[in-house]
């Protein structure tokens, strides 16, 4: 098993959902990344989500689109995160997932991208442009280095397209809470439960909720029902506050 296997199954044994906590890497600067990784390990984040920064953040809020460009300003580029992952793999043991889009991957060149994640201490890469039916691309790459490939569902996803999702990515489920962007909001919706019952139902990953899960009110309503929350906006606020 993968340690994001292991992790998900290791809570849900104690009774507890694994909480998956995101920030984008190099904000406000690659030099502060592994002391907020380590901040978010004694916070109790069961999984570290480091997000790459992107010029072109499309599936981002403003909160993170602001936060990538702190980050892009301040210099970083992938290498340079994948180097920041070995030294967070060197003082922490929790799995890191990388949160990117796929041109950064491609410029890098996939194979290469694939061996230095590996070597980094990366356990996963979710992408967030790349459905299941294009994952081909990527996905080989990846499984050959015993990375997880994390994939996305939205409310919008259709049974067929779940499955497919559990079927080949690995490590868990990103089920997306709503339509749109990432960004904090006041409230879930009500449907969101039911939502999330039905997707457990077709995959046989832990299914863990993101997408404006920013109070303890949404992680409490987000586990009684799933096995994972991630919160992401209100921790890059925190970070940038």
């Given at each position: 098993m993968s340690r994001l296997a292991d992790t998900f199954a290791a809570n849900r044994k104690a009774k507890r959902a694994t909480f998956v906590a995101y920030v984008t890497a190099g904000d406000p600067n690659l030099r502060r990344t592994p002391e907020i990784a380590t901040a978010l390990r004694r916070g109790g984040a069961d999984v570290l989500e480091l997000g790459v920064p992107f010029s072109d953040p499309i599936a981002d809020g403003p909160t993170n689109?602001?936060?990538?460009?702190?980050?892009?300003?301040?210099?970083?580029?992938?290498?340079?995160?994948?180097?920041?992952?070995?030294?967070?793999?060197?003082?922490?043991?929790?799995?890191?997932?990388?949160?990117?889009?796929?041109?950064?991957?491609?410029?890098?060149?996939?194979?290469?991208?694939?061996?230095?994640?590996?070597?980094?201490?990366?356990?996963?890469?979710?992408?967030?442009?790349?459905?299941?039916?294009?994952?081909?691309?990527?996905?080989?790459?990846?499984?050959?280095?015993?990375?997880?490939?994390?994939?996305?569902?939205?409310?919008?996803?259709?049974?067929?397209?779940?499955?497919?999702?559990?079927?080949?990515?690995?490590?868990?489920?990103?089920?997306?809470?709503?339509t749109g962007v990432t960004g904090a909001q006041d409230r879930l919706a009500p449907e969101l439960e039911d939502h999330v019952r039905t997707v457990r139902r077709l995959s046989k990953l832990p299914v863990a909720v993101g997408f404006g899960i920013s109070r303890p009110e949404h992680v409490r309503m987000v586990t009684r029902v799933a096995d994972g929350a991630i919160v992401g906006s209100a921790l890059v606020k925190a970070v940038h506050s």
């Amino acid at each position: 098993m993968s340690r994001l296997a292991d992790t998900f199954a290791a809570n849900r044994k104690a009774k507890r959902a694994t909480f998956v906590a995101y920030v984008t890497a190099g904000d406000p600067n690659l030099r502060r990344t592994p002391e907020i990784a380590t901040a978010l390990r004694r916070g109790g984040a069961d999984v570290l989500e480091l997000g790459v920064p992107f010029s072109d953040p499309i599936a981002d809020g403003p909160t993170n689109q602001r936060a990538a460009e702190r980050a892009l300003a301040a210099g970083t580029t992938l290498a340079g995160v994948l180097e920041t992952v070995a030294e967070i793999r060197g003082a922490e043991d929790l799995p890191i997932v990388l949160f990117t889009y796929s041109n950064p991957v491609v410029r890098y060149g996939v194979e290469r991208f694939a061996d230095d994640a590996r070597s980094a201490g990366v356990d996963g890469v979710l992408f967030t442009d790349v459905p299941a039916e294009e994952l081909q691309r990527f996905g080989p790459a990846l499984d050959a280095r015993g990375l997880d490939t994390v994939l996305l569902v939205t409310p919008t996803s259709t049974r067929d397209r779940v499955k497919a999702a559990a079927k080949l990515g690995g490590g868990f489920l990103y089920l997306v809470s709503r339509t749109g962007v990432t960004g904090a909001q006041d409230r879930l919706a009500p449907e969101l439960e039911d939502h999330v019952r039905t997707v457990r139902r077709l995959s046989k990953l832990p299914v863990a909720v993101g997408f404006g899960i920013s109070r303890p009110e949404h992680v409490r309503m987000v586990t009684r029902v799933a096995d994972g929350a991630i919160v992401g906006s209100a921790l890059v606020k925190a970070v940038h506050s």
